[in-house]
């Protein structure tokens, strides 16, 4: 994930949003989920309903332009579910 630990990469996608910068948040986040996609794959039996929910939660507000809440899913929302060790680890 170049660079940047993945703790580094959500605290500045949550800055972009925060400020309006979403085409570089939302660059920002596609890199993320791609380095989430193997985490999920090798944690796939630990995740449940709230892991779920999060993720979906996240692709919604991003496809309906809600940056201040995806802001929030990854501030508030995602340290309270299992994806916080990928936060974490990477």
């Given at each position: ?13 949550i800055q ?52 201040l ?22």
């Amino acid at each position: 994930m170049s660079d940047k630990t993945a703790a580094q990469r959500c605290q500045a996608i949550i800055q972009l949003l925060r400020v309006g910068m979403e085409a570089q948040a939302h660059s920002e986040l596609a890199r993320l989920m791609d380095a989430l996609l193997p985490y999920l794959q090798r944690h796939a039996n630990d995740m449940g309903p709230a892991e779920v929910a999060l993720i979906n939660n996240m692709v919604e507000a991003q496809s309906r332009g809600d940056s201040l809440f995806l802001a929030d899913l990854l501030q508030y929302e995602l340290p309270q579910t299992k994806l916080a060790g990928f936060v974490e680890e990477g």
